[in-house]
């Protein structure tokens, strides 16, 4: 899950972030490594474990928690992530992303898809969530970027893909 970040506009999702946490769901949130695209998500048991992080103030785990201890990366986790909530600038019917220009998102899908067809686990549900007025009819992706199953607004829930649909989580 990703922590919304109020300077960009991103779609509050502290709410999710805390009832997940509540239910006792196993809970990854980002955190930018370097500006090569590199990014992982570090399990976090309460909103108490993010702080905040330059230059936007987006808020991030730190690698360790208190006792010195690394926490678990989802990569490396003993189980599949069900579901990844992505940001993104706009999207269109297709599951078409526009994200930043970074390729954080593109690159660590590519990456936990990788790892789930290794360890023979389904890929995670690829979710975005964002304002119904970042909707467009067509996003121009590239070779490397990464569609979305769903993309939900406060308006609708637009399955993008077969299994989207086919998982409907929650309708």
């Not at 549900?125 to 121009?140: D, H, I, S």
Request: hydrophobic fraction near 40%; charge should be negative.
């Amino acid at each position: 899950m990703y922590v919304h970040c109020q300077k960009l506009n991103e779609v509050l999702t502290t709410g999710i972030v805390q009832a997940a946490l509540s239910t006792g769901r196993r809970c990854y949130v980002p955190r930018v490594e370097d500006r090569q695209a590199n990014m992982s998500f570090l399990k976090i048991v309460s909103m108490e474990d993010l702080q905040p992080a330059p230059p936007f103030g987006i808020l991030e785990p730190q690698e360790c928690e208190e006792s010195g201890v690394p926490r678990e990366n989802a990569l490396q986790a003993e189980g599949p992530l069900d579901v990844l909530f992505m940001p993104g600038l706009a999207f269109d019917l297709q599951g078409g992303r526009l994200g930043r220009g970074g390729g954080y998102y593109d690159s660590f899908v590519t990456r936990c898809k990788l790892r789930a067809k290794e360890k023979g686990w389904a890929p995670p549900l690829l979710v975005a969530l964002t304002f119904q007025c970042q909707m467009v009819e067509e996003v121009p992706m590239g070779g490397d970027d990464v569609h979305v199953d769903a993309v939900v607004t406060s308006e609708k829930i637009v399955w993008c893909s077969e299994r989207g649909a086919a998982e409907g989580f929650g309708q």
